[in-house]
């Protein structure tokens, strides 16, 4: 009968397990990306620097802070208190709050603008995780492949119907093999550890549960592209950031009428008739003498033309990669739906039966298998090309497009 101290263990480690296995676990491919969207740390940064950008904006909103000032003159015994506090007029304060909601709204676009690509790049990880997976997948194949065959020589061998010169043949292609399953799973634990660095610290990731079927494009380039129009990001940050150009260009034109300072407080004072009290009051304006706003203006007017410029060049960069991307889809699709799924296994099995009945030898079998071997890489690779060129699409229309 177990002790207590032993069932306290048990308990204990049963405890340790559990969470373990539940935060290490096999994920779907769109589970990872949007983990790492929502919670990765480079997506918590992404957007700490749009709240940067906010607070910064409604830092510019804040009145100045009055001023308080005591003097004394000991000839004649005068002294003042009084406070001083700019009073901003013609709507230059306005202005300014408006270029601020210009800014954080640009910020808050260019925010989904680096997750997004944090997102494509992330899909990108992920499919390519995945296509690692399968080629380790298939080099173990390989190897149990290349297992069986050594068995049935070793039975032939036994028999006398086969060669020695056949058996060691077959075994120095399983050390091949096994040593392709090396290389993948080096090139697995590689691709994962790229894939684990986007994730939270405290999400572990064992492997990706398969990938989506890659699939044509759902509409044509010239839809995608009136698509991208209104979906880019990077269309809306510079729409917003010409917004603020105005308003700066605004609030700089107002910012060069004068601005008002009021000044008030108290005075004691001697006269003839004693020590006298009173009040004390003034303005004083500043004179637009030397900076009435005008290269401030002009300034952000050549900012405002930037930006249009640079609207026009991401335009036709989106239309261009679009066009491309849609292309590059469609041959990808093409070169994939052509391939014959079940050739490869059944060349294998026509040259298995071939050797067993002599009429091929052992090299002939083992090429067999080689290109047994390539058929399924390449449809890895061409599964591959596919998903990373559905990914490139999204990236160029700034949308999903697959469910």
């Known amino acids: 009968m177990p002790t207590r101290s032993q069932v306290c263990t048990w308990i204990a480690g049963f405890g340790l397990v559990v969470p373990s296995l539940a935060i290490a676990q096999d994920r779907t491919e769109r589970d990872v990306v949007e983990l790492i969207v929502r919670d990765g740390p480079q997506a918590r940064a992404i957007r700490a620097q749009s709240e940067v950008t906010r607070r910064e904006q409604l830092a510019r909103l804040a009145y100045p802070n009055p001023t308080v000032t005591y003097s004394r003159e000991s000839a004649g015994f005068t002294e003042f208190l009084q406070a001083e506090q700019s009073v901003p007029l013609f709507g230059a304060r306005a202005a300014l709050s408006r270029a601020g909601v210009a800014a954080t709204a640009a910020a808050e676009a260019d925010r989904d603008v680096r997750l997004w690509a944090l997102r494509s790049d992330a899909a990108v990880a992920a499919a390519r995780l995945v296509a690692e997976q399968n080629r380790l997948e298939w080099a173990r194949g390989q190897v149990r492949e290349v297992e069986r065959l050594i068995e049935i020589l070793r039975t032939r061998e036994r028999e006398g119907e086969g060669s020695r010169f056949d058996r060691l043949r077959a075994e120095q292609e399983l050390r091949d093999a096994r ?10 634990v590689e691709a994962r550890a790229a894939l684990s660095g986007l994730l939270p610290r405290d999400v572990g990731l064992t492997r990706i549960a398969g990938g989506p079927q890659p699939q044509a494009a759902p509409a044509g380039a010239d839809a995608l592209i009136a698509k991208a129009a209104s979906t880019r990001a990077e269309l809306r940050a510079l729409q917003h950031l010409a917004e603020r150009a105005t308003h700066e260009t605004d609030a700089a034109r107002r910012a060069r009428l004068p601005s008002p300072n009021v000044f008030g407080g108290l005075k004691r004072a001697d006269d003839v ?10 303005l004083s304006v500043s004179v637009p003498v030397f900076d009435a706003g005008g290269r401030e203006s002009a300034r952000w007017a050549a900012e405002r033309a930037r930006v249009e410029a640079e609207r026009a060049s991401i335009e036709d960069r989106i239309r261009s990669e679009i066009a491309g991307a849609s292309e590059v889809l469609s041959m990808r699709q093409a ?8 050739a490869a296994e059944e060349l294998l099995r026509i040259a298995e039966v071939a050797y067993r009945e002599g009429e091929v030898g052992i ?11 390539r058929a399924r890489v390449r449809n890895i690779d061409l599964r591959l090309d596919a998903r990373l060129a559905q990914i ?8 999903t497009l697959w469910p």
């Open 179 to 188: 040593q392709l399953v090396t290389s993948a799973a080096v090139t697995v």
């Open 273 to 282: 008739s004693g020590r006298q009290n009173g009040a004390v009051f003034g």
């Open 363 to 373: 090299l002939e079998l083992l090429d067999a298998v080689r290109t047994a071997s």
């Open 392 to 399: 490139a699409l999204e990236r160029a229309v700034g949308d």
């Open 335 to 342: 070169a994939l739906s052509q391939e014959q799924h079940g």
